[in-house]
């Protein structure tokens, strides 16, 4: 479906995980605002996350996608860069996995799997089984989820699967639909997790109640929903490289700045104090593989198993937020550029004094702000799942 939307129009995309903050459901609001300013050339979303500027409109303008956290750069290739060659499809990378879970997984599960749970004590009793692969020494390459993460989001055969399915995807590293393969595995983990559609906390079954609960997401399988997503996300796909030359950074905000002169720039910063790196370090870590460092507090392992280098965000730390935006005001009016900003009325910083720094820093444009109540996504940090913000924008443009 296409909505116009003056020049840039909205399209319907393929989406690959629930995120805190996604412009997903005001993205009209989100591209009236750019098309007050643009006038062709690139558009850089300066903190892509899920993606979801690339996705409505990287047909149709040259993209800058950055975010400092890699799986936003894995779903930004995934719609700008990638295509499919046909060369393969879902079925193939599952028989790969499913021959490597043969040889390495299968015998370790079996034991573990929570069929027969049917009482709080025993479900928690499996569950303390699947926790217990954190101490074990495995043999094989690819065994990074089921060793840490097995009986927290995920089940240890749902975290099997999980590394099964991305040493399969590894081993078409060099094919031009490779994030795609990649983000489908981050969708199959979204929606096969116990936790709330983020990695902050998982859920502890205290009754049977939140067992039951549990227990539903427990039995679903990584491989079904990885296989129908990965099958319709080849189905939309351009059959040819993009016509426009996107470029896709794994950067800190004022380092992509200098990359950027004379284009449009959307910016949708953290609003609130909780840093991305901690609600969504699992997908972070899916892409490196890199068996990083647990974070550990008073010598025991953190219960959300935290990468211990994750990133910490000026935006979302009260005493430099200010700092953060006059810096990136700063650079964008050095690179004369335009600016739409994403704000809202509840964020870290008053919109006011947003305003206000805009105004002085940005001496040679206009500066103007538009406004859209909606309700917002807190994904279970907060008792109410959603609150009614004000989204604003804060639309800027050299004179
Ligand atoms: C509100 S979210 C962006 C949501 C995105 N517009 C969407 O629709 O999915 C803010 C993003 O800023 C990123 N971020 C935080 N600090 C950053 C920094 N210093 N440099 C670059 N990206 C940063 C986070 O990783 C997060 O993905």
Known sequence: MLKTINNLEMRDTIQYIKYMGSKTKILPFVLDGIDEVYRGGVICDLFSGSCSLAGAIGTQAPIISNDIQSYSAVIGKAYLTDWYDSSFNAKTIIEIATNYHNKNFKQIV??????????????????????????????????????????????????SWIDSLRKAIEDFNDNPAYNTMLASLMYAMAYNSQGTGHYAQYRDAKTDSSMKDILIYRRKSILEYFERKLESALLQMRKKPSEYVHKVYTLDYMDCLEKVKNATIYADPPYCFVHYSRFYHAIETLVLYDYPRIQHKNNEMVKGRYREDRHQSPFSIRSKVKGAFADMFSAISDSNSSLVLSYSNTGMIDIEELLQLSNEIFTHHTVKIKSLKHLHMTMGRKDDRNRTVKEKLIIVKPL
């Open 110 to 159: 079996k034991g573990l799997a929570h069929q027969e749970a049917n009482d709080l004590l025993s479900f928690n009793k499996i569950e303390s089984l699947n926790k217990e692969l954190i101490s074990k020494e495995f043999n094989n390459k690819w065994h990074l989820f089921t060793k840490y993460y097995s009986g927290t989001w995920w089940s240890a055969e749902q975290c």
